[in-house]
């Protein structure tokens, strides 16, 4: 390895099981992280697996030849060994190098790292043992979630520094045993796309039918068992008692959709929950925008960049009580957590409904707590990483 100045432009490797053009949490992390690291003037080359017929409208995208994994969401699995490339990888020159995801790419970076003599760093962007449901019939067994746990704390350890996006799973991830070193970055987004006002205010209110004044709530994110939409559902069911105006929006799509459809056609107020599918990220300060209150009741985040653009937006936020949120969402400040319980998590959307000087405090309150997760802080927190590790490694 040469020398690496120490403002010189970094050769950086990303490798990811997930990227476009899938819509997930991960898949858009990456993109925003490439995104800032790119801005700042570094170099950025993505490993990831070939989609069917998608082609990239970016430059520095590798794909890899894949087989389906799963049909929905559709997952592909690359096939790392091809010759194309292992002599790809052989003829590339990387400073460091980034995994983002375990599988099969994510072997690929490890063995890379190995065989160049090369850093690497790995995001903790998925809480693996929360996961373990989506292995058929065994899943939710102890002896697969103590495997893994094993295995979440394995790929940490092969790795020379760990990268997560917040001290939740600072934690967690040392008492699962990870012994590397451990470094907190939050994700960053592109604030200014969200700060600004949108282009075509209103749009989704009139797609959706509903008059300016119509109460908003909104949901973005993947329609999976984690998430525990089921939840948002019945307690919106709850609040529609006392409030027959408002109406749910479920941005994203997944495995759970049809599951959730039955549920919100059998919950008495069907014509007031809407299911708009993959909402396309240009649409998504649209849709922000137009909502009054964002909600989740997911406990599984690593972050939950979706609420960091819902803040950004000036969204108020109610949601159940994760630890992953702190820094995102205070209690009485910018929102309100909650137990998951229905009837204090429909109080507190109800109690907000109703009080518009404290959804325009905390408003205000949500702009101001979004300042700190810009993808440039992003970007230098993780070259200064990047820089101490390659020169440990010289």
């Given at each position: 390895m040469s020398p690496v100045s120490k403002d010189s432009p970094l050769q950086i490797g990303f490798f990811s099981d997930v990227y476009a053009p899938?819509?997930?949490?991960?898949?858009?992390?990456?993109?925003?992280?490439?995104?800032?690291?790119?801005?700042?003037?570094?170099?950025?080359t993505i490993f990831a697996p070939r989609f069917p017929g998608y082609h990239d409208a970016e430059a520095g995208i590798y794909r890899l030849p894949a087989?389906?994994?799963?049909?929905?969401?559709?997952?592909?699995?690359?096939?790392?060994?091809?010759?194309?490339?292992?002599?790809?990888?052989?003829?590339?020159?990387?400073?460091v190098l980034h995994v983002h995801t375990p599988l099969s790419l994510g072997v690929l970076a490890y063995l890379s790292a190995h065989f160049k003599h090369l850093p690497l760093i790995y995001t903790y962007h998925t809480a693996i043992?929360?996961?373990?449901?989506?292995?058929?019939g065994i899943g939710r067994t102890r002896l697969i979630q103590q495997a893994a746990r094993r295995f979440s704390a394995a790929t940490c350890n092969a790795s020379d520094h760990v990268v997560v996006p917040s001290a939740k799973f600072e934690r967690v991830l040392?008492?699962?045993?990870?012994?590397?070193?451990?470094h907190v970055i939050p994700g960053g987004i592109d604030l200014d796309r969200f700060y600004e006002p949108p282009a075509s205010p209103g749009l989704f209110r009139q797609r959706l039918g509903l008059?300016?004044?119509?109460?908003?709530?909104?949901?973005?994110?993947?329609?999976?068992?984690?998430?525990?939409?089921?939840?948002?559902?019945?307690?919106?069911?709850r609040l529609a008692a006392n409030r027959p105006d408002a109406h749910l929006?479920?941005?994203?799509?997944?495995?759970?959709?049809l599951a959730l459809e039955k549920q919100a056609a059998e919950s008495g107020c069907a014509n007031h929950i809407h299911f708009l599918g993959m909402v396309n990220r240009a649409d998504l300060p649209d849709l922000l925008h137009?909502?009054?209150?964002?909600?989740?009741?997911?406990?599984?985040?690593?972050?939950?960049?979706?609420?960091?653009?819902?803040?950004?937006?000036?969204?108020?936020?109610?949601?159940?009580?994760d630890p992953a949120f702190e820094g995102i969402l205070a209690d009485g400040v910018n929102g309100r957590i909650s137990s998951r319980d229905v009837e204090p998590f429909s109080a507190a959307v109800g109690d907000l409904l109703a009080d518009r000087p404290a959804r325009q405090s905390f408003s205000q309150a949500s702009v101001e707590l979004s300042?700190?997760?810009?993808?440039?802080?992003?970007?230098?927190?993780?070259?200064?990483?990047?820089?101490?590790?390659?020169g440990m490694v010289l």
């Open positions: 899938q819509i997930n949490g991960v898949a858009v992390s990456v993109q925003l992280m490439a995104q800032g690291l790119r801005a700042a003037g570094h170099q950025v087989v389906r994994y799963m049909r929905q969401p559709p997952i592909y699995l690359a096939m790392p060994g091809t010759p194309r490339s292992l002599l790809a990888l052989r003829r590339s020159h990387f400073d043992a929360d996961y373990t449901h989506y292995i058929k040392r008492e699962q045993d990870v012994r590397r070193p451990i008059a300016p004044d119509t109460p908003l709530l909104v949901s973005v994110g993947r329609l999976a068992p984690e998430k525990k939409l089921d939840f948002l559902i019945e307690a919106f069911a929006v479920f941005a994203g799509d997944g495995s759970s959709r137009d909502a009054d209150l964002f909600l989740s009741a997911s406990t599984t985040e690593t972050q939950c960049l979706a609420m960091v653009e819902a803040i950004a937006s000036g969204l108020p936020v109610v949601a159940v009580l300042r700190k997760f810009s993808m440039e802080a992003q970007a230098a927190s993780l070259v200064g990483l990047y820089r101490d590790a390659v």
